[in-house]
Structure formats: C-alpha cells, structure tokens
C-alpha cells in the first residue's frame, strides 16, 4: 500500500506486540497505544496529532489512521483468529486490499463495558445488528473525521459469539479501564479453578494478535 504515513492504534501492546516485530524498521508507519476506552483512545490520538503539530509546526496529517486490537465476535459465524473490518471513509483501494489479505467486511458495535458473557453477547447483537464488539474504534473515527484523516477499523476476533471470557475483567478494571493486578490475584485466589481458562485465554489472544499481525503486514508496508 502506498501509504507515506500510517498511524496504527492498538488499546494495548499485547494487541500490538506481533506486528510491532513486524514493522520495526519499517518507514512510515507508526504504533500508538492508546488505552482502553473511548475516553482513552479519543484523548491518545488528539494528544498525538496536536504534538505532531507542534514539533513540526506544518507536518502533514497522517495519510491514514487505522484502530486495531481485539474484538468480540457477537455474529456466529465468526471464528477466532478472523480478521474484520470497517471503513470510516471511503477507499476503495483499502477495502480491496483488505479483502485480498482474507480480512472480512463487519458492522462494529462501540461499548462502553466489556461483553463477557454468551448472553451480553447476543442482547448486544439483538440490539444493535452488529457483527462485533470494541471499545475504541468509534471514537478514533470520530477524531479523525473531524481533522480530514482517512480513518479504518481492523480488528481480530478474540473472543466468539458462544463463549463466556472466564472472568469478568469489567470487575477488574481500575477507574481508567486499566487492568487491576490486584483485584486479579485477589479473584483467581477466590477461584483457582480459572487458571486453566485464563491461560487458554491468553493462547487464544496471543494467536488472534498474529492473525491481525499478518494482515495488517499486507496492507500497510510497500
């Protein structure tokens, strides 16, 4: 793709980790974490975009943003590993490329909360249509319409429409959405017998993240 300057997000550098391996050296291309949460995704890229401006006074804005991560699949049909996508303006040529690369077009749903479990999963899908659902991508849509910037969503599926996640990390979540080690611990001490079900988690998420290393590669280096 013949892109001079891409900014990726990703929520959070495990998303982000194989395709950071990727794109090292890689020119053009830049990798912003940016927390979890519209809240935190909004003000990371704002933040971002504003310092680009200072330091360069009339740097051109990026000529693409895309949000990455995981997502929750709340269509059936969806598969773990599988990636998806959304274009918040048209192009034509990204969404041919991201076809090519065997990424599939989705309608995404943007949630305050983590989906957790089968039912929240399909009150969501009732309610809303959507194929799959995130916490960020609506609002670094939003910035970037704002600003003129072609923006997309492509995001993995981490966790299917017919599984519960083992626990419920909204629970666990300090005030900014990040991850509470502490009340972890304190939840897997509580119940040792998720250990297994974390771990199987964390494979999972791990393959996921390189599914959507692999196709992100396809689309965004010459």
């Not at 996640?165 to 119940?191: H, Q, R, V």
């Given at each position: 793709m013949a892109q001079s300057s891409i900014i990726v997000c990703f929520a959070l550098k495990e998303e982000a980790a194989p395709f950071r391996k990727m794109a090292a050296g890689k020119s053009g291309?830049?990798?912003?974490?940016?927390g979890i949460g519209r809240e935190n995704a909004e003000k990371s890229v704002r933040d971002f975009l504003a310092g680009q401006t200072r330091l360069a006074g009339t740097l051109a804005p990026p000529d693409l943003v895309l949000t990455c991560g995981f997502a929750g699949g709340l269509n059936p049909d969806l598969k773990l590993g599988d990636v998806v996508f959304e274009l918040g303006t048209r192009n034509s040529e990204l969404?041919?490329?991201?076809?090519?690369?065997?990424a599939k077009p989705a309608k995404f749903f943007c949630a305050d909360r983590i989906a957790t479990t089968v039912a929240e999963k399909k009150k969501l899908r009732a309610e809303t249509g959507a194929d799959v659902v995130e916490m960020e991508s609506a609002a670094i849509q939003a910035v970037c319409a704002v600003r003129g910037i072609p923006c997309a969503t492509a995001r993995v599926i981490s966790d299917t429409?017919?599984?519960?996640?083992?626990?419920?990390?909204?629970?666990?979540?300090?005030?900014?959405?990040?991850?509470?080690?502490?009340?972890?611990?304190?939840?897997?001490?509580?119940?040792p017998g998720k250990i297994g079900a974390l771990m199987q988690l964390q494979k999972k998420t791990s393959f996921a993240a390189k599914q959507l290393a692999d196709v992100l590669a396809k689309i965004t280096f010459p």
């Open positions: 291309v830049s990798i912003l974490i940016v969404g041919t490329q991201l076809l090519a690369a065997s429409a017919d599984e519960d996640l083992p626990l419920d990390f909204n629970a666990l979540s300090k005030p900014d959405k990040s991850l509470d080690f502490g009340k972890l611990f304190f939840a897997i001490a509580k119940s």
